[in-house]
Nanobody, 112 residues
Framework: QVQLVESGGGLVQPGGSLRLSCVASGIIFRMRAMGWYRQAPGKQREWVASITTSSTNYADSVKGRFTISRDNAKNTVYLQMNSLKPEDTAVYYC???????WGQGTLVTVSS
């Protein structure tokens, strides 16, 4: 049983910041790549960021604004989101891509 529990979503003004968290269980966390995807209303799901044991990658749309990180001692992956824009509004999903495992999603709304 793999479980991913996300938190940290909410309402934030443009230019603001938010940090998402995802706590994983049922996996050997330190050995797995992790990722974040998002899905805006009426749009398909898009990849946002990934982290392996030693590297990170970002979609061009968030590069320079978002940072993905992990704390293996806490089985947690984070997404620090800065300089938020209205177009960042979406449901954000945590994933273990090698297992096709997904969290339930957490809603981020960027609006004034």
């Amino acid at each position: 049983q793999v479980q991913l529990v996300e938190s940290g979503g909410g309402l934030v003004q443009p230019g603001g910041s938010l940090r998402l968290s995802c706590v994983a269980s049922g996996i050997i966390f330190r050995m797995r790549a992790m990722g974040w995807y998002r899905q805006a209303p009426g749009k398909q799901r898009e990849w946002v960021a990934s982290i392996t044991t030693s590297s990170t990658n970002y979609a061009d749309s968030v590069k320079g604004r978002f940072t993905i990180s992990r704390d293996n001692a806490k089985n947690t992956v984070y997404l620090q989101m800065n300089s938020l824009k209205p177009e960042d509004t979406a449901v954000y999903y945590c994933t273990v891509p090698t297992l096709n495992a997904w969290g339930q999603g957490t809603l981020v709304t960027v609006s004034s």
